[in-house]
């Protein structure tokens, strides 16, 4: 696999940005960066690593990566990259291990901005200094997802090698008998095993990596029931897993939005539902808003 290649990083800076393409499937082996990490794909989705945690990354979520964490990255499709690099003595605001967040229009904005800017020869460095500010002021209050899928350690390859499958392959048409019987092992030690090393029984565990496969393709813009079907449900009992799960039906989590937006559309439409026609008109709160770039500059300036 091949090795990541972040920009230089000095002491005499305080942030650097990344902007570079990596086409579907490449696979960057685990490594980690002297510097705080903004992992952000403005298309495409990445499946990211980082200790026992798998974090499915679509452009509508970024990750957030404290200096010295240790991360692999799998590129689900090709993938435009736009990274922040951050000197840790400007992140003490910010959480100390890794986190995924959403990336609502503004936060988009500014890092695809700060990348274009900062390969641009018209170097702007007072611009590059304020929008950095504001992004590290936007990561802080950003949401946080909840899509975190546990991974095992290397204790029982069993384990291992079931986890693995299921992530290639998380289908409902491939029973838990099924995956035992591949990996050689009975049910019931399969299911002591998950409880004890990821806290959750197998049933859940698949839910959590179909979710994040969902999501991921809703961000790509694929149909709902190819995505069920993909998956072994029907599209009817899909999208009320999905709803279950997530707050927000699948229809509402598409190409253009995050799913802080999806909930709040479907609160409104149960809000109208029962009669509350009133929730439907309000206005969205403020960090949901279209930030266009001259918005960004307004706010700089």
């Keep these: 696999m091949p090795k990541a290649r972040p920009p230089e990083l000095h002491d005499d800076a305080d942030a650097r940005s990344l902007a570079r393409h990596y086409p579907r499937g490449l696979r960057i082996d685990p490594h980690s960066h002297t510097w705080a990490q903004v992992l952000y794909a403005v298309s495409g989705v990445m499946w990211v690593e980082a200790g026992r945690e798998a974090l499915v990354v679509p452009p509508q979520r970024a990750v957030w990566l404290p200096a010295g964490t240790v ?8 993938v435009e990259m736009r990274n922040l690099y951050l000197h840790e003595r400007n992140v003490g605001h910010l959480s100390r291990r890794s986190d995924v967040f959403e990336v609502n229009s503004l936060l988009r904005e500014l890092i695809t901005s700060i990348a274009d800017h900062e390969r641009t020869r018209a170097r702007d460095q007072t611009y590059l200094d304020a929008a950095y500010r504001l992004a590290m002021l936007e990561l802080a209050h ?14 029982d390859r069993r384990l291992e090698a079931l986890c693995r499958a299921v992530i290639d392959n998380p289908s409902i048409a491939i029973s838990f008998e099924q995956h035992a019987a591949s990996v050689g092992a ?116």
Excluded: C, Y
């Design 71 to 78: 991360h692999s990255i799998h590129m689900m499709n090709d």
């Design 142 to 155: 950003a949401p946080r997802s909840s899509l975190r899928i546990a991974l095992p350690d290397a204790s």
């Design 186 to 301: 009975s049910v019931r030690t399969l299911a002591r095993l998950f409880t004890r090393e990821l806290g959750v029984g197998f049933a859940q565990w698949r839910r959590q990596v179909q979710l994040a496969v969902a999501v991921s393709g809703l961000a790509e813009g694929r149909p709902v029931s190819s995505i069920a079907r993909s998956l072994g449900f029907q599209p009817s009992s899909f999208s009320d897993m999905f709803r279950r799960e997530l707050g927000a039906p699948p229809t509402g989590f598409g190409p253009g939005g995050t799913l802080s937006e999806a909930a709040t559309e479907e609160s409104r439409e149960e809000a109208g539902r029962g009669g509350q026609q009133q929730a439907l008109k309000r206005p969205r709160p403020a960090h949901h808003r279209n930030h266009p770039l001259s918005e960004i500059r307004k706010r700089l300036s």
